[in-house]
């Protein structure tokens, strides 16, 4: 009998490992069929502007504060510093990707073809939400973990008190300061998590302030650094938002041409979706 309660159990597994990775593949499918609807994205003319104006805001900033910062950084109190200094991990996009994606996995799980057509919309509707969240915090964070290595600016203390020194292509931690990756993921989830859940983003904004500010306090980066990456997480989360509603994935283009998320499901019928069995004498 041990036997036989071996095999069921691999079977079972290996039946959860297959609905994961068609679940999966329809999911990616979804994400890159053609556009639905007409978004209002940026002209290239107009992209080129905002990348101009974000590159004088961030030499503005350094020119003005990222000396002063760090000067007046080392006169803060020591227990300021140290609350900061354990504050400051909670902006690692992991704390945001691993239950993302450990919760899509478990949609993936529980997206069975025996489940009824509605419960498999509510799962698929939800599915669809924690997708944009994740995607819309990683695609930034991708970006910026690779173009603050080619850049190669030096962390405050990295040089000395010099805060003009780079190492283009580098590729070391210690010149890997501009943009800040914290605040590219705390910008990002901030506008991510403020579309689909538009009353938890005034505790989003005092979060993503606090981890700017404290990269600051740290001393693991420059004022000018922060500015960049809050700037690129939260444009690239809005990029994100558009591609999502190009296709009506919990996205929608109103008439006004706005861009506006679609109801949710509630947690009550998240729960009863994934409960829910199909009696024997539905089948």
């Not at 504060?65 to 909670?90: C, G, K, N, Q, Y």
């Not at 600016?153 to 805060?163: K, M, T, V, Y």
Request: one cysteine or more.
């Amino acid at each position: 009998m041990s036997t036989a309660g071996g095999i069921g159990d691999s079977q079972e597994h290996v039946a959860w490992l297959r609905q994961i990775k068609l679940n999966a593949l329809a999911s990616i499918a979804t994400l890159l069929r053609p556009p639905r609807c007409h978004v209002s994205w940026p002209s290239y003319r107009a992209m080129g502007l905002a990348a101009v104006a974000t590159i004088v805001v961030v030499i503005a900033c350094m020119i003005m504060l990222d000396d002063w910062a760090i000067a007046a950084v080392r006169h803060l109190p020591a227990s300021l510093i140290e609350a900061f200094d354990r504050f400051t991990d909670f902006g690692k996009s992991g704390y945001f990707l691993w239950p993302l994606g450990f919760a899509l996995v478990l949609l993936a799980i529980f997206d069975s073809p025996m489940k009824p057509r509605f419960s498999r919309y509510v799962l698929a509707a939800w599915a669809v939400r924690l997708g944009f969240v994740f995607t819309a915090i990683a695609v930034p964070g991708l970006f910026v973990t690779i173009i603050k290595r080619l850049i190669g600016r030096a962390r405050p203390l990295a040089a000395g008190d010099n805060i003009w020194v780079y190492m283009p292509f580098g590729w070391k931690v210690e010149y890997a300061s501009l943009p800040s990756g914290h605040a590219t993921t705390a910008f990002s989830a901030l506008v991510a998590i403020g579309a689909i859940f538009p009353q938890a983003r005034t505790l989003m904004w005092i979060y993503a302030v606090l981890i700017a500010l404290s990269r600051v306090i740290v001393t693991a980066h420059h004022p000018s650094d922060v500015v960049a990456g809050a700037i690129v997480g939260a444009v690239g989360a809005l990029l994100v938002r558009n591609w999502f509603a190009a296709r009506r994935l919990g996205f929608r283009v109103g008439s006004d041409r706005a861009v506006h998320s679609m109801p949710s499901p509630s947690w009550r019928r998240i729960i009863k979706a994934v409960s829910h069995r199909r009696s024997p004498a539905s089948t």
